[in-house]
């Protein structure tokens, strides 16, 4: 199969030209007023429905997988949080190396 297309990971509206790339912010459920945590949140949801183990069972051009990590509770300034892991693999032939090169994916 092909590589995942920009609009099949982060939707209809994406898309991107020589030097920058467009998310449509209500493709990823945001709003106007997003924050860059927000945003950053989003993006990782929204790829974690086309990158994940079954649809790389469909599609063996997909080398990126998010599954989910551990949910648990932690302290921080005297307050509770709910801590809501994401596990990102990248998968390439190996080359030995530790290093994420984005345009090996």
């Not at 974690?48 to 990590?69: L, P, T």
């Amino acid at each position: 199969m092909a590589e995942p297309t920009l609009s099949q990971v982060f939707g209809s509206n994406s898309s991107q030209s020589n030097t920058q790339v467009f998310l449509d912010k209500e493709d990823l459920g945001l709003s106007a007023e997003s924050s860059a945590e927000q945003i950053f949140a989003a993006i990782i949801v929204r790829a974690s429905i086309y990158f994940n183990e079954s649809e790389q069972v469909n599609n063996s051009d997909i080398q990126i997988i998010i599954e989910q990590g551990f949910t648990s509770l932690v302290s921080r300034n005297d307050l509770t949080y709910r801590e809501k892991q994401r596990i990102i693999k990248f998968q390439k032939q190996d080359d030995e190396s530790d290093e994420i090169i984005p345009e090996d994916y």
